[in-house]
């Protein structure tokens, strides 16, 4: 799926994700394709920072509060998908292991 401007809102998403958390390309792109919660705030993300790149060009009397807001959802959607990447390192052990005596 493309948006308006014809690129693909997931390459996108995924080359913000990238740009702000080099060191995890590997886990990004596995992320980003087996999961949609992932890759919807990838996306997000990427929509926020074209905004935030475009917040100059608002009016006057606008434009410092949108550029507060759109830099609080690229720095929340930045956090969020730190913590994802976080969870997604934690390798859940299976409960009913057999105890040792």
Known sequence: MTDRSGSDPCDEGLASALRRFPT????IRDLIARNETFRTICEDLACAEQAL????????GIRDARRREFTEMVDDLSVEIERLLTQAKIIPLPRNLPRRV
């Open 24 to 27: 995890h390309d590997t886990q």
């Open 53 to 60: 790149l475009s917040v100059d060009r608002l009016d006057d």
